[in-house]
């Protein structure tokens, strides 16, 4: 718990102010609200002795009112103040998670899911600002009213009565002890169950299309249908517990009660106790229900909070596996790469290697190629290059001679545009993905690049042009558009390495043709690594790096390659071989 209190008392010490302006107006407010039985009770004693003239009771009555006003007022004011702070720190708290998540490494996306991550900015979120802003109030209000409150009924009524009525009360606080902790653990399932429920549904409905094309809906109906009705269970459990104990504590307040008006009636009839006092007590009695039942709800919501926290922390507690630990003199990158015995196992996948023993040398300006089988490490080499992973080693992989950990981050990924195989699109018009991380291009910028990447006349075709909404993931558009767009989002950028992972698959062999003209036009003097399965891909790069299992199989230009009548060669026969059966099959059509 000591984790979780540090996590909120470092947001809560951002706006002290708030909580303490809060807690002043508060404690002025239940001062009066307390204040206020004492002057109802003078009344009483006043109107039954004869001892009250009109001018006094108006008085009297004036005062209350100007009572009723000034607590109005502060209690609006420790709301603004409680509320807005609390508002504030998840505010606060919501974007130092995304910030924190930005800095994670791919190993911690690999093992969590999105829709579970989803709910911790959703439904953790909202119970940490309940904890630090209503629970807060619950509880400082609760204490600071039933100080005041029994102070009052021991000074201006009787004490025996008090003991009376307190005892009963006490036995709330024994059962909240218990009730805190079998909340805390109840809520924490709820919780998982939720995450689960949203991660179901977040997955499901981006694999929509998938779910249709094999006909599972239904089987989909029933597994989300499954996880609901584990989340359902979960908050019932949660409910059961309140709607037991809420009811054992409106029994004791009735029993505190009852046993007040008994003993106070006694009281009052034997002349110890004014009626005056005795309309105060009870009063009092009615104020005291609100702090019992504040101590059930603030035992409730703390739980449920440290819950939630604990949750955040788990988060927190991560830390990024590639950390910047780059010269700062390092300005830029010119593009020279060099791999030295590259040897690169997945966590958890010691024993199988993804990358055995590669080295290669690609001067700046120079063309690499990279061609093999799938799982025969490509996209590994080149997301190792971007450092989205490290090498046990620092050596194995240089850039400009220098070792890859030595080249700051930010300047690493600045100047290393990528195509992935996935060809992510943002729910955004096709220029602002176009011009994702590029401030201030300008329009004629952005046609020259979807011209180079030969998606321009396409665009043009749509009701919007660049201004045309494209759906989640790019959804609404085919595959070769994604991945045209997606070449052009990187021409943008105008980096000295260019990494093409895969990026022409989905287009067709002109298409094709035609983009890798104008990448050698426009790349001269940049380096670029292109991953391909069609030798008409890569045949015209400097050197073609040949993987098979992970391990360096062969190396040079097309040429020398083919000359060797190996890998490479066997690959390019099959092709031709293939395409030499569709130009036959073409033309018997």
């Not at 004791?252 to 009052?268: K, Q």
């Not at 020279?336 to 010691?350: D, N, Q, R, S, V």
């Not at 004629?444 to 006349?457: F, L, M, N, P, R």
């Amino acid at each position: 718990m000591n984790k979780e209190l540090k996590l909120a008392g470092r947001y809560v010490g951002r706006y002290w102010y708030g909580y303490l302006f809060g807690i002043i107006s508060l404690t002025l407010v239940d001062m009066l609200v307390v204040r206020m039985p004492r002057i109802t009770g003078d009344i009483v004693d006043g109107l039954t002795a004869s001892t009250l003239d009109l001018a006094a009771l108006q008085g009297m009555l004036w005062h209350l009112l100007l009572l009723g006003l000034l607590v109005a007022v502060g209690r609006f004011g420790w709301r603004y103040c409680f509320f807005g702070a609390s508002r504030s720190i998840e505010r606060d708290l919501r974007n130092d998670l995304f910030g924190h998540l930005e800095t994670l490494s791919m190993r911690y996306y690999n093992e969590h899911k999105t829709g579970d991550l989803m709910a911790h900015f959703t439904s953790d979120l909202m119970t940490v600002r309940q904890l630090l802003g209503m629970t807060v109030i619950t509880t400082f209000d609760a204490s600071v009213e039933l100080v005041l409150v029994l102070t009052s009924m021991i000074l201006f009524v009787d004490w025996r009565l008090t003991l009376v009525a307190v005892i009963p009360l006490v036995l709330i606080i024994i059962g909240d002890v218990f009730f805190g902790k079998a909340m805390h653990r109840r809520f924490l399932e709820k919780q998982e169950a939720f995450s689960s429920l949203t991660d179901q549904t977040q997955e499901a409905i981006s694999g929509i299309r998938v779910i249709k094309a094999f006909v599972q809906e239904r089987k989909e109906l029933l597994s989300f249908a499954k996880a609901s009705r584990r989340c359902k269970d979960k908050n019932l459990a949660v409910a059961r517990l309140v709607s037991t104990v809420f009811p054992l504590l409106d029994l004791v307040i009735g029993v505190s009660t009852l046993l007040t008006l008994l003993y106070g009636g006694w009281l009052t009839i034997n002349g110890e106790i004014t009626l005056g006092q005795f309309v105060v007590f009870n009063s009092y009695i009615n104020m005291l229900v609100w702090p019992m039942i504040a101590v059930g709800e603030a035992v409730s919501s703390i739980s449920q909070g440290m819950a939630s926290l604990k949750r955040l922390n788990r988060i927190f507690d991560e830390q990024p596996d590639i950390r910047d630990e780059g010269d700062p003199a390092v300005k830029g990158l010119r593009g020279g790469i060099e791999l030295k015995g590259l040897t690169f196992a997945y966590p958890g996948a010691e024993e199988h290697p993804a990358l055995r023993d590669v080295s290669v040398t690609v001067a700046p300006g120079e063309t690499l190629a990279i061609i093999g089988r799938t799982g025969a490490g490509k996209s590994t080499l080149v997301s190792l290059v971007e450092r989205l992973w490290d090498t046990k080693t620092p050596d194995m992989v240089r850039l400009d001679g220098r070792p890859l950990r030595q080249i700051p981050l930010g300047v690493l990924h600045r100047d290393i545009a990528y195509v992935p195989q996935d060809n992510f699109l943002f729910s955004d018009t096709l220029e602002r993905n176009i011009t994702f991380g590029v401030d201030g291009a300008s329009h004629e910028a952005v046609v020259a690049a979807a011209e180079a990447a030969c998606i321009h006349d396409n665009i043009m075709e749509f009701p919007e042009n660049y201004q045309t909404l494209v759906g989640e993931r790019g959804v609404t558009i085919s595959g070769g558009q994604k991945q045209r767009v997606s070449i052009a989002r990187a021409l943008m950028r105008d980096a000295p390495i260019l990494i093409l992972d895969d990026a022409l698959s989905a287009v067709d062999t002109d298409t094709e043709e035609q983009i890798l003209h104008n990448l050698r036009q426009l790349r001269r003097g940049k380096t670029t690594l292109i991953i391909a399965h069609r030798v008409s891909t890569i045949q015209h790069a400097d050197h073609i790096l040949v993987l098979e299992d992970g391990a360096r199989a062969e190396y040079g230009t097309h040429e020398e390659l083919l000359a060797l009548g190996g890998v490479y060669r066997g690959i390019y026969d099959k092709q031709q071989l293939e395409k030499q059966l569709r130009e036959e099959g073409g033309e018997q059509a």
